[in-house]
């Protein structure tokens, strides 16, 4: 009989090791594989950086509640934060999406102008990509192309012992607002006839259906002088990200609780969902906020920075990784983040 | 009442007609968007060409006919292919897989092994992408990248009047072989003790479940020292892609239906299964076969190249594309090709 190892025991990272296992670069201009948030390929004086995410429907997103135009924007974005956490700066995209026959002409044009307004917004060209049927759900891949002059690419691998570990913008927001959108629709369920009562949790709904990618903070990084010695965006939540830092960096991190940035707003809605925020924090995707970590000697740099937040260090013992809690306790850090097998 | 226009209505060319609509680029690095065989990016002395393609099940491949690993390898070929088709040399690709729980760490190793292979026998790296689970089937999305001087990519549009007509290898094997192997699974479905009767149709079959991408051509060309005027890939049947040039280029076309190359396996097969073999030549697809234009100038250089065909010429009428039968008549030529809504 044929051995069938299940993919929910190996889980996503495990695959992925599977995957790039073997794997010896033919071309020179191969700079980074599989393992970082995007390939880096060597044209000359500059690099580019590629990415590549796929997202399909009833697993990265819900068409009950997510408007097609929302996820046409959001899997630009997605990308987008991709480029960013190699820090670089997005050219080009391509986008490819398989879908059934029924979706209507003017669906697909709501996606596209969700794509488009994304675009805009980054200042990036949909330069090609493929349009075909699918005999089930909408499928969407998209590949963002980023440029850096060459040495300014900033990889997962390359932080060094005593680094601070930095987040942006706040955190937990999305996974709450995830929690929101599938209890009022099972509600819906129940009850066609209620409306959704969303106005408290506006800020975390438009965290899950509207996310930015932090291009802001690339621009901001390179005015201030400060290149991260390590960077990768979050999208499987912040503990499962500062493990791939100190992982591919071959050194351990210790995280504070109490520094970890929450909007009020995600602590309220939280509360009332019966959610700790600080587990949403630590575990809850589809962020896209920034984690990286810079050099002690850029500390007076950046400290002021009001959308910067400084929550931990990392040590030379990659054994050990660590979240400091409130009440001073050490308790290691797990990466839980998505399950997608 | 919202408007619902089905798919079927506009079709693919349709659809990417409205998808590009109104795009104008940002950056001036973007030469070549939607619309080719691959975007052309700007990178200093040379060009990036960045092809994507997605294949669905239940689409583009039939899993209960064609082995996983094949599955995987076709996958890249096709994006292969589609540089070919710009006159770049693939250097990296990235590929992201949709998949459900049915599918085993096994059925996923054999697919990546196909994606290897393709890697190894085209010389190209696989650096990065995404595997996701998927509710449904398997889908497969490659972006590949290639590299070209700057100046030597070749598209769609640029063919002069007078400019002669080749084709590669020979067309109509894949349809055929797609039609042998849906034979056999009714067949099959029917009788499950009924044993499939390949032998004779392992040439057609072979067509469609290991294409091959049409580098050596690309590599020979330089060597003969022949740059084609325009060059398209054939993956939605002859037919169509004549047209794709001759409107690309505001010319029209005329194609001598005796010099189609049919491979004699090819029609014996046809008529076997009571296909005309020209019919399947002209508007089967998946062949991977490269369509271009040379200068009357170049005549010389490439008429007893033994696997590049003259099929026809370019002539300055676009309002006349036209099909020279055995017997002398003209008839119309039509893009038939897939019909993916």
Not at 18 to 23: A, D, E, Q, S, T
């Amino acid at each position: 009989m044929e051995k069938r190892t299940e993919l929910s025991s190996v889980g996503e990272f495990g695959l992925i090791d599977i995957i790039k296992k073997g794997i010896v670069f033919q071309n020179p201009s191969t700079r980074v594989g599989i393992g970082d948030d995007a390939a880096v390929i060597d044209v000359g004086n500059d690099v580019l950086v590629v990415s590549k995410d796929l997202l399909a429907e009833g697993i990265h997103f819900d068409l009950s509640f997510m408007p097609l135009r929302h996820v046409g924007y959001k899997a630009v974005v997605v990308n987008i934060s991709d480029v960013a956490a190699m820090n670089a700066v997005p050219k080009q995209i391509l986008a490819a999406i398989a879908l059934s026959n029924r979706f209507s002409l003017e669906a697909i044009e709501e996606l596209y102008k969700g794509i488009r307004a994304a675009c805009a917004d980054y200042k990036v060209d949909l330069v090609g990509g493929d349009t075909t049927s699918s005999t089930s759900g909408l499928v969407i891949s998209i590949t963002a192309i980023g440029v850096a002059k060459k040495g300014n690419e900033v990889l997962r691998s390359t932080a060094q012992k005593n680094d601070i570990l930095c987040v942006t913008g706040d955190l937990g927001g999305a996974f709450t607002g995830l929690k929101v959108m599938q209890r009022e629709k099972e509600v819906f369920l129940t009850n066609p006839k209620m409306q959704p009562q969303l106005e408290e949790y506006e800020y975390v709904v438009g965290r899950l259906l509207k996310p930015k990618a932090r291009m802001d903070i690339i621009y901001e990084l390179e005015e201030m002088g400060v290149k991260p010695t390590s960077m990768i965006d979050i999208s499987d939540g912040l503990s499962s990200e500062v493990l791939h830092i100190s992982k591919a960096s071959n050194l351990g991190a210790k995280l504070f609780e109490d520094k970890i940035p929450i909007d009020p707003q995600t602590i309220l809605a939280a509360h009332e969902m019966r959610l700790d925020p600080v587990i949403c924090a630590l575990h809850g995707g589809d962020e896209y906020e920034l984690l990286f970590t810079i050099s002690p000697h850029d500390f007076e740099k950046i400290k002021n920075h009001s959308d910067i937040h400084l929550i931990g260090h990392l040590h030379d013992n990659p054994q050990q990784n660590l979240l400091i809690t409130k009440g001073g306790n050490a308790v290691p850090l797990v990466a839980q983040g998505w399950k997608h097998f």
